[in-house]
């Protein structure tokens, strides 16, 4: 099993930035890419970003630019830089883990952070 806590969301003005961070717990060493996704009520999960064990990136058009996917495989830990926050980046955010255990793919979640850009 894999656990994952986000922390760092909060309330932020348009222009802003804020960091996400991703603890990763349990068995780390099966862990491949992560990610970030968020989700508004009544919408569907969308990708933020994601990152491989590697260091590869991918980005959702909306975030090029404004938002950085990192991982430090050191501590078992993602981050998300987003800058120049627009109030449409108010969401849940999301980090995720896929790993590869007994045999198998699967997917873990994070509780999520509320991240919301408001003036």
């Known amino acids: 099993q894999v656990q994952l806590v986000e922390s760092g969301g909060g309330l932020v003005q348009p222009g802003g930035s804020l960091r996400l961070s991703c603890a990763a717990s349990?068995?780390?060493?099966?862990?491949?890419?992560m990610g970030w996704y968020r989700q508004a009520p009544g919408k569907q999960r969308e990708l933020v970003a994601t990152i491989t064990r590697g260091g590869s990136t991918n980005y959702a058009d909306s975030v090029k630019g404004r938002f950085t996917i990192s991982r430090d495989n050191n501590i078992n830990t993602m981050y998300l830089q987003m800058n120049s926050l627009k109030p449409e980046d108010t969401d849940v955010y999301y980090c995720?883990?896929?790993?590869?255990?007994?045999?198998?793919?699967?997917?873990?979640w994070g509780q999520g952070t509320q991240v919301t850009v408001s003036s």
């Open positions: 995720n883990a896929d790993a590869f255990l007994n045999l198998k793919w699967s997917r873990y």
């Open positions: 349990g068995s780390i060493f099966s862990i491949t890419a």
